[in-house]
């Protein structure tokens, strides 16, 4: 008879290894099964193209990582975690060659939206410089678990944070703020007329002025590798090549806690109908290339930037957005770009570089967008196809076959769009914890949401915690 555990992780992405580690270091006994070969979710490391060239297959810039209060909580550094930051955060160009640049100076972005709207920018700030470590606290988090620890700071932020941004942009003259707004917003994957946009857009500019927007060396796997060696320290394992189908294919244990969609949970823990509702949010189509040199920008701001974004103006970024909630095939799609290898080395032969590109598409789209996107790209670096020694492509099906979290593609596991942003997966009191005494939910399907932070498993350990604590008792 097997020894009966005191927690069971059902996935091993940054979100299920948050919550071993934390339960590990309070000495509970934890163990970790994951279907893939290999761990990491939404934070791996592949050669998808050519031998040499390693890429990173979802998430590949970490501004809510490197800032995370989990993350930063843990000696993740002793377990090779190491931060490498571009010039740039990010810059969003224009077709006549200049670019609005989210800067790690807050005057520096400022001047970059042109005189009309750079005292406006720094005005927005002003209040939030500073407090990145509150804000985290207070916003990465379900709002009604607690009160804020900086109540004032909380207030002021919400009143901006729960606008729509295509409202909160009324408040700038140019269209350079405006887009660069509005790109920030689009990482929530919902329209922008959607509730709490501008809280995304703020909460991403924050990070960079705070915290930067780095990416690890070696590649994102990099995070979960490192959780896995704090877990395996505190004496948890963690098994790969391990699907589970049912509760019974698991040892005992007096906790199973999912790193998985709400759908998968309720089929695994046979919990029914009990997330029906659940909505996923539109999808996005991926490429991954192996280029012979850099990405020649026009805009020299984008040459030193880890983050690209190209819309360009917030009308187009809205379109794009719009047709992909609303079923239509991209045409001119926004597009979120990532050049790691400018600042890591470890990514390409010598000489070499990575680069990756994604737009967004209906939920479970099964065309190829790899035209379009690429046109877009030469908009505002002409002889970028020249460049090109491989690329690896990936849809909706594809993205979802690489991980099932991601139902239909939707990287956000779970839409953002209107209250779906606070309410995930479903309204209750605590989402962490299910029908089941037994069984949590810890993926990015319940808050704080999408992004590799580990709060959604900081948040269901503790209500794990909490759970067993008054069991012993």
């Not at 000495?27 to 592949?46: K, P, Q, Y």
């Not at 930063?72 to 571009?86: D, N, S």
């Not at 690896?392 to 139902?407: D, F, L, S």
């Amino acid at each position: 008879m097997p020894r009966m555990l005191d927690a069971v992780v059902i996935g091993a992405g940054p979100n299920g290894l948050t919550a071993a580690v934390e339960l590990a270091r309070r000495g509970m006994s934890v163990e970790v099964f994951e279907a893939r070969d290999t761990i990491g979710g939404g934070a791996r490391t592949e050669e998808l193209t050519l031998p040499g060239f390693r890429h990173d297959p979802c998430s590949a810039v970490h501004p809510l990582a490197v800032g995370s209060p989990a993350f930063t909580a843990m000696p993740l550094e002793r377990y090779g975690l190491e931060w490498l930051h571009p010039d740039l955060p990010l810059a969003h160009p224009f077709p006549d060659g200049t670019a609005g640049v989210l800067a790690r100076s807050v005057g520096e972005s400022a001047m970059s939206l042109g005189p009309r709207d750079a005292g406006t920018y720094r005005r927005l700030m002003a209040p939030f410089v500073g407090k990145w470590k509150s804000m985290a606290h207070d916003f990465l988090r379900t709002q009604w678990l607690g009160l804020p620890v900086d109540p004032v700071t909380y207030a002021r932020f919400g009143l901006l944070a729960a606008q729509p941004v295509s409202f909160f942009n009324r408040r700038f003259q140019d269209e350079k703020a405006r887009a660069l707004m509005a790109g920030l917003a689009a990482h929530a994957i919902a329209p922008l007329g959607s509730f709490g946009t501008s809280g995304i857009a703020l909460m991403f500019a924050l990070a960079a002025h705070a915290v930067g927007w780095p990416v690890p060396r070696g590649g994102s796997q990099a995070i979960p590798d490192a959780l896995a060696g704090l877990l395996r320290a505190h004496g948890g394992a963690v098994h790969t090549d391990f699907e589970v189908k049912r509760l019974d294919d698991l040892p005992p244990a007096r906790a199973y806690i999912f790193d998985t969609s709400p759908t998968a949970l309720a089929r695994i823990a046979g919990l029914g109908n009990a997330y029906r509702d659940v909505k996923y949010g539109p999808a996005s189509f991926k490429i991954d290339y192996a280029m012979a040199e850099p990405v020649p920008w026009t805009a020299k701001e984008a040459r030193r930037a880890g983050t690209v974004h190209i819309g360009p103006t917030s009308g187009e970024i809205g379109a794009a957005l719009d047709a992909a909630a609303t079923g239509r095939d991209p045409s001119v799609p926004f597009l979120i770009t990532a050049q790691p290898s400018l600042i890591d080395d470890s990514r390409a032969p010598e000489g070499k570089h990575t680069f990756w590109a994604y737009g967004h598409v209906p939920n479970g789209w099964e065309g190829d967008a790899t035209e379009v996107i690429e046109r877009q790209i030469e908009r505002f670096a002409p002889g970028f196809r020249d460049l090109v020694l491989a690329r690896a492509i990936a849809g909706p099906p594809e993205i979802a076959a690489r991980n099932a979290n991601y139902v239909g593609g939707d990287t956000a596991s779970g839409s953002a769009a209107g209250l779906r942003l606070l309410i995930r997966p479903k309204l209750a009191r605590v989402p962490y914890e299910t029908a089941h005494p037994a069984v949590f939910l810890c993926s990015q399907s319940a808050p704080p949401g999408p992004g590799v932070h580990g709060m959604s498993g900081h948040y269901a350990a503790k209500a794990v915690w909490r759970r067993l604590g008054a069991g012993r008792r």
